[in-house]
Every structure is written in structure tokens, then in C-alpha cells.
Nanobody, 123 residues
Framework: QVQLADSGGGLVQAGGSLRLSCVASGNIFRINIMDWYRQAPGKQRELVARITSGGNTNYADSVKGRFTISRDNAKNTAYLQMTGLKPEDTAVYYC?????????????????WGQGTQVTVSS
């Protein structure tokens, strides 16, 4: 069974750091994009950072210069290093990935989400 699991959230003071991890497991042929979204109470889910299979990245303006997304293709894992955290970064963070798998004659790309990990930044 193909799954995506995210972890690493917690409670941190403003200015602190956290590293989130996202691991894809199962019989996966390839992982295309991997990204992180977040959803604060009463707000829509928003894209925070994205990384392609080739390593190209892009970020929301609100996190540029503070967050870094990376991936280890050998481990089917993506990371989100968050520094300089602010109270407005408080949200549930979700990993998302486009995973390619299936019978060899009919590989297809499927969208998967992690269960979410809570990040709380106190002032």
C-alpha cells in the first residue's frame, strides 16, 4: 500500500526552528513533485514550498529566506527546514506528493497527502 507520512511538528518559540519530514512508502516507481501546504484555523490551505524531481524549488513569499525544502530521492523523503519561525506560521502542515506507481504496463501518477503535523509558534 502506497502511503505518505509527515512528521516533525511541535511547539516552538518565535525565532526558533523545526524540521518537518515527509516519507513516501510502498511500491513506488517514481516521485514527481513533493510539496508542503499549511492550513491555519479559519483559513484556506496554502502552498508553502514545492520541489520537483529535478530539485527545482519555489516558495510562498511569506516564507522565502526562512524555509528550505529539500528531498532525498534515495529515501523517498522530503524535508522542510523552518527557521525564524513567527506566530503567523502556526498551522497544520501537510505533505503532498505526486507518486507514480502501478502495473508496469500502466503506470500512473496519483496525488497523495500526509495526515498533517501541527506547528505552533508562541510569541
Amino acid at each position: 500500500q502506497v502511503q505518505l507520512a509527515d512528521s516533525g511538528g511541535g511547539l516552538v518559540q518565535a525565532g526558533g526552528s523545526l524540521r518537518l519530514s515527509c516519507v513516501a512508502s510502498g511500491n513506488i516507481f517514481r516521485i514527481n513533485i513533493m510539496d508542503w501546504y499549511r492550513q491555519a484555523p479559519g483559513k484556506q490551505r496554502e502552498l508553502v514550498a514545492r520541489i520537483t524531481s529535478g530539485g527545482n524549488t519555489n516558495y510562498a513569499d511569506s516564507v522565502k529566506g526562512r524555509f528550505t525544502i529539500s528531498r532525498d530521492n534515495a529515501k523517498n523523503t522530503a524535508y522542510l527546514q523552518m527557521t525564524g519561525l513567527k506566530p503567523e506560521d502556526t498551522a497544520v502542515y501537510y505533505c503532498h506528493a505526486e507518486l507514480v506507481y502501478g502495473p508496469s504496463s500502466s503506470l500512473a501518477s496519483f496525488s497523495h497527502w500526509g495526515q498533517g503535523t501541527q506547528v505552533t509558534v508562541s510569541s
